[in-house]
């Protein structure tokens, strides 16, 4: 088994992507999991779907479902949905389920027995249904030589039958993409399957002689016989290569299926997506497909006692921004409550948040938002929750809700797409320090206290980019590095130029900064690749215990203010040397240091630990869970001269500025919380004039600002000509 000379040079085709719908940001909704809803359901739910204003109805037909018998394609069930479509006005988006998620035919398990998933024990996958998937969930491996055969013919009969269709809007190349059984697999390890293994020791081999495999493994294997794909994420410096292997081995994968399709059609948007957070396989899959995206919970935000953790979907959907081709992202998955079937764990989803997860995914530059779904899912317990219609087809206040925002967005198509301004402040994403938190069962930690710091700022209107260390930080004023723990030859290419200028953004470190090489193993003398410039060593470690907490040890002492830590708290002991100070202690040990300069901070714990929030967000933890205490967030950007983009006085409102494509700025103003807000706005620049577009409004302006009110969950758009 080789990776090939083709090995990640395939992608989908550039194209125009700027005509493909007739507005200018469209809105639709997943409809069709065979077999339900039925078609005798179809016409009048498309009716009031097309007269709600969306424009797109997605299809998750699935491979078992469409080829019964090898080479035979029962398509007669998507040829009505086409046609139905069409004559309402709306354009399919249909999914076809290779690789993550759904059961291949069961006669390509019969013929192919050893297609099934190896587990990492040596067991194959057996079949299983989930609450996505009732005909049958995932268990094959795409490695297996016989997959692309078969998708390939699938194709083949695929998309020339409809890509011609008027009702064709958008291919789902690869949902969701991850390992072979990632969503079925009784754990998290990649596929175990002799050709995937053997794959891997292809890759391996064309990337290192042996001796140079033994440097970088710190092994001492004499023969590639006795070379094998690693078992256990105990052991990390081994399981970051087979991780990166599967990350290529995916984009690969995604590059010949988007490649093909391109070829047989050409003029469509193809679509992937990851999750609703960083991973680490995202950056290097994504530039492999048209655009990105994600799905992502959309509940118990504005009816929690943290209406600002709504500030995590805006996290989620800045980071698909980021990740995107040339930017372009949908939010393709607006999930409702998750209900849970007989035994019910949410509150449903109240009208405010599904119309603010529209308005979010528009002000974040994504190209469309996509409801999951219509109906909800009758085959299993998913129901009754996730849809915006009830179980007899009738809507709920989430779908009017949907429907007003759609009408509410047509009266600002004039000022759309939007630009989307630099940050100030940026906080920067490691891929391999995430995988590093999850070979040690601590990747929801990671994301948590990753994401903590936007949380903090989200609410402040400061909306921070987020940033990896390919990417460009010099125009930033403040770059935060949270838990930096792994610095390979990447990211220190992107940190030690700021601190060897003295100039360019201040830089803050926090956690666990440099403890590990770039092979994954602890470092001889953290922080890792820093020693020259960094004058601080670490002494120690400690965490604050049960103990600690009882005797009000647990109490982190910085510069602006005494917060008490949770138990568990970890921090290393930092010892300053020269002429770079203290700046946080617990219990007498220095925690925080700063150089001298006054540009580089580096905190031994996370900063996530000074506050907390009964909010998990996904992925979903029990709570509390990591949060920045504000006055931690203001501290930072102040250091740094950071300030929000216009000021705000009455009731706190989240602001947001974008420019117009007509001139002008928008300004973009949410009420989170359950009262009327009235508040006055003052921008950071000199405004001419202010109109409300929603509301078809002029709003006098005195001494630089003007006012307004929002009621609960409301989006307000000003749009400001320049004074």
Known sequence: MHTGDNWMKLRSHEKDLSGAFARPFPVGVEYYRPPTPLPEFWDEDFRRISGAGMSIVRAWYCWNWVETMPNVYEFDDLDLLFDTAARHGLKIWVDSPFGTHMACPAWMLREHPEMRVMLRDGNYQQDRAGAFAPHGAMTHNFDHPMWRVYTERYLRQFV????????????????????????????????????????????????????????????????????????????????????????????????????????????????????SYPAARHELISPFIDSWGLSHHASNRLTSDDPYSVGYEAYGFHWCRQMGRGNRWWNEEIYSNFVGGLHPVEKKTIAQESALMIWLTLIEGGAGAMFWQYRPEYMTYEAPGLSIAALDGEPTERFVAARDTIAAIARIEDHLPLAIPQSDVAIAYSGPSDDQFDFNDMSTAFVQRHRAMYSALWPLSISPDLVTPTMDWSGYQLVYLPNFALLDDVALAAIRPILESGSGPHIVADGYFGTFSEKGHWSWKPPHGLGDLISCRIADFDVVNSYDTAAGRNIVEMECGRFEVPTGTTYYILEPQGDWEPVATINGDVAGVRSADGRFTWYSFTLGATSSS??????????????????????????????????????????????????????????????????????????????????????????????????????????????
């Open 160 to 275: 020339p039958r409809y890509k011609d269709h008027e009702a064709m809007g958008i291919w789902g190349t690869w949902d969701g993409i991850s390992t072979a059984g990632a969503w079925t697999g009784t754990d998290s390890y990649p596929p175990y399957n002799d050709y995937t293994i053997a794959k891997y020791k292809d890759w391996l081999y064309e990337r290192f002689s042996l001796d140079g495999l033994n440097k970088r493994l710190l092994r001492r294997y004499r023969s590639w016989e006795d070379v094998d794909a690693p078992r256990s994420k105990d052991v990390p410096v081994e399981f970051h290569l087979w991780n990166r292997f599967h990350y290529e081995n995916m984009a690969d994968h995604l590059g010949w299926m988007a490649d093909l399709i391109d070829q047989l059609d050409g003029g469509h948007e193809q679509r992937s997506h990851g999750g």
């Open 614 to 723: 009964n909010v998990s967000g996904q992925p979903t933890t029990p709570a509390p869970v990591a949060a920045v205490h504000p006055d931690v967030a203001a501290a930072l950007l102040a250091t740094a001269g950071v300030a929000a983009p216009m000021r705000i006085d009455g009731d706190r409102v989240v602001a947001y500025r974008r420019s117009s494509c007509a001139g002008g700025s928008l300004i973009f103003l949410i009420n989170v919380e359950d009262r009327v807000a009235r508040t006055r706005i003052t921008p950071g620049w000199p405004v001419g004039s202010a109109t409300d577009l929603v509301r078809g409004s002029d709003l006098p302006i005195a001494g630089g600002a003007f006012a307004t009110e929002l009621g609960f969950g409301e989006v307000v758009v000003i749009h400001c000509t320049d004074g």
